[in-house]
């Protein structure tokens, strides 16, 4: 009777088990987010973070705002955009395609214009330009990288912009624009400050964080996009990276929380 009982329980304990497993894995959601380039790396970390939190698992896209916000336009199947910009967030809900009242700011970034020769004279003047080792400037692209519309304010701004065209070498995305410094295709580049905080033993060199007065705020907004809108995990997630733990963590990467 006893060894029976034994039996039974043991049986019991393993449907229990593999009841319990099943749930779970019913129970933890696939997240997919866009994300725009200078925030991929902060994103992997605070994704592991959420995921040994909650379970669940996010998969990351990518890309210049501008592509992922024609991505989206086309019926890419995101659940939340990390947008670069506010411009983009804004129209997907004018659009009806993002959640109202889900749009929030996240972080705001700053630009660094950044060479790996230590040489150069990395001033406000942006003198550097006319220096006798200096060839080509990269940026990315202004119409459709955040990051790279602030590059080109600047460049007005100092008035450069007309004379710089035949040496401006042009990234799709911020991280394509880091890579062009990085292999000497270029001498100089505007990056993000996230980049250089984030591979600044990688990278040495020397930098030159751009006074926020010379371009208009890198408001970088995040939106929950109408196919998650009942995403109970999508909506966590937004959350999580609202908490103030979370974002002491991002300013960590070098972002500002404030305009």
Same mark, same amino acid.
């Given at each position: 009777?006893?060894?029976?009982?034994?039996? /039974?329980?043991?049986?019991?304990?393993?449907?229990?088990?593999?009841?319990?497993?099943?749930?779970?894995?019913?129970?933890?959601?696939?997240?997919?987010?866009?994300?725009? $380039?200078?925030?991929?790396? +902060?994103?992997?970390?605070? !994704?592991? %973070?959420?995921?040994? &939190?909650? @379970?669940?698992?996010?998969?990351?896209?990518?890309? $210049?705002?501008?592509?992922?916000?024609?991505?989206?336009?086309?019926?890419?199947?995101?659940?939340?955009?990390?947008?670069?910009?506010?411009? *983009?967030?804004?129209?997907?809900?004018?659009?009806?395609? @993002?959640?109202?009242?889900?749009?929030?700011?996240? =972080?705001?970034? *700053?630009?660094?214009?950044? /060479?790996?020769? &230590?040489?150069? +004279?990395?001033?406000?003047?942006?003198?550097?330009?006319?220096?006798?080792?200096?060839?080509?400037?990269?940026?990315?692209?202004?119409?459709? =990288? +955040?990051?790279?519309?602030?590059?080109?304010?600047?460049? *007005?701004?100092?008035?450069?912009?007309?004379?710089?065209?035949?040496?401006?070498? *042009?990234?799709?995305?911020?991280?394509?624009?880091?890579?062009?410094?990085?292999? @000497?295709?270029?001498?100089?580049?505007?990056?993000?400050? $996230?980049?250089? %905080?984030? %591979?600044?033993?990688?990278?040495? @060199?020397? /930098?030159?964080?751009?006074?926020? /007065?010379?371009?208009?705020?890198?408001?970088?907004?995040?939106?929950?996009?109408?196919? =998650?809108?009942?995403?109970?995990?999508?909506?966590?997630?937004?959350?999580?990276?609202?908490?103030?733990?979370?974002?002491?963590?991002?300013? !960590?990467?070098?972002? !500002?929380?404030?305009?």
């Amino acid at each position: 009777m006893n060894r029976f009982k034994k039996k /039974s329980d043991l049986v019991g304990g393993v449907l229990l088990a593999f009841f319990l497993l099943h749930v779970s894995d019913a129970l933890a959601k696939e997240l997919r987010i866009a994300v725009a $380039s200078n925030f991929l790396l +902060p994103l992997k970390a605070l !994704s592991k %973070n959420f995921k040994e &939190s909650t @379970g669940h698992k996010v998969v990351v896209i990518s890309g $210049s705002t501008g592509k992922l916000y024609a991505q989206i336009k086309q019926g890419a199947p995101f659940d939340i955009l990390l947008a670069a910009d506010s411009i *983009r967030p804004e129209l997907l809900e004018k659009e009806g395609i @993002g959640v109202p009242g889900s749009r929030f700011t996240y =972080a705001v970034g *700053r630009l660094v214009l950044w /060479s790996k020769n &230590s040489k150069l +004279p990395l001033k406000n003047d942006l003198q550097v330009l006319n220096h006798k080792n200096f060839r080509y400037l990269a940026i990315a692209n202004p119409k459709t =990288a +955040p990051y790279g519309k602030a590059a080109e304010q600047v460049l *007005r701004k100092k008035g450069f912009w007309e004379q710089i065209q035949n040496r401006l070498v *042009r990234g799709e995305n911020i991280s394509q624009t880091l890579q062009f410094v990085v292999t @000497g295709n270029a001498q100089i580049g505007f990056i993000s400050l $996230s980049q250089l %905080n984030s %591979n600044k033993r990688l990278l040495g @060199g020397t /930098s030159w964080l751009v006074p926020l /007065s010379l371009h208009e705020p890198i408001q970088q907004q995040a939106i929950l996009l109408k196919r =998650a809108k009942t995403n109970k995990a999508a909506r966590q997630f937004l959350n999580f990276i609202k908490s103030n733990r979370i974002q002491k963590q991002i300013e !960590s990467y070098g972002y !500002s929380l404030k305009l």
